[in-house]
């Protein structure tokens, strides 16, 4: 990061009282991996006092969604706002916060609820309309502003310890 990168940082962490004591900078690229559980503050940030949530933690770093069909539909669509514009403006009754939010979304998803649909040993136990109910949590414009969709095929375990399988 920049110095001015590593400023804006540890800022947002200072605010929301997560500096570490012996770190008077953070010199690297946070790297935010909430769980689907997460409430809509939690990741966009609020309270009386406002403080950052986990997408402004990730600025300037990676925010990782793992299962991201399992996370509710409030809280995927508030991601919108920040991946357009960069920001989280929070509105309060005599006041309004704005947080930076400047991050990479990295997110990752099973082909199906059971996880096995295309697996090339093991068996798919969902129906059509469950793996069409489990992709319809995730909206257009939240998919229209995911710029890169990768599909990840199993490596064998075997493959991997051996470093067999190629990148």
């Given at each position: 990061?920049?110095?001015?990168?590593?400023?804006?940082?540890?800022?947002?962490?200072?605010?929301?009282?997560?500096?570490?004591?012996?770190?008077?900078?953070?010199?690297?690229?946070?790297?935010?991996?909430?769980?689907?559980?997460?409430?809509?503050?939690?990741?966009?940030?609020?309270g009386n006092w406002p403080r950052p949530g986990e997408i402004s933690l990730a600025h300037h770093g990676v925010l990782f969604l793992d299962e991201l069909p399992e996370f509710s539909y409030r809280v995927l669509e508030v991601l919108r706002q920040p991946l357009e514009e960069g920001r989280i403006l929070l509105v309060r009754t005599a006041r309004s916060h704005v947080f930076p939010a400047r991050f990479q979304l990295v997110a990752a998803m099973n082909p199906c609820p059971c996880g096995y649909r295309g697996h090339p040993t093991r068996s798919c136990g969902c129906t059509q309309l469950q793996v069409q109910r489990y992709t319809a949590r995730l909206s257009g414009p939240l998919l229209d502003r995911i710029d890169l969709h990768v599909d990840v095929p199993p490596v064998d375990i075997d493959e991997l310890e051996e470093g067999g399988g190629e990148l």
């Amino acid at each position: 990061m920049t110095l001015d990168e590593e400023l804006e940082v540890t800022k947002i962490y200072s605010i929301a009282g997560m500096l570490p004591p012996d770190t008077p900078i953070i010199r690297h690229r946070p790297f935010r991996a909430p769980h689907h559980t997460i409430s809509h503050a939690g990741l966009v940030g609020g309270g009386n006092w406002p403080r950052p949530g986990e997408i402004s933690l990730a600025h300037h770093g990676v925010l990782f969604l793992d299962e991201l069909p399992e996370f509710s539909y409030r809280v995927l669509e508030v991601l919108r706002q920040p991946l357009e514009e960069g920001r989280i403006l929070l509105v309060r009754t005599a006041r309004s916060h704005v947080f930076p939010a400047r991050f990479q979304l990295v997110a990752a998803m099973n082909p199906c609820p059971c996880g096995y649909r295309g697996h090339p040993t093991r068996s798919c136990g969902c129906t059509q309309l469950q793996v069409q109910r489990y992709t319809a949590r995730l909206s257009g414009p939240l998919l229209d502003r995911i710029d890169l969709h990768v599909d990840v095929p199993p490596v064998d375990i075997d493959e991997l310890e051996e470093g067999g399988g190629e990148l």
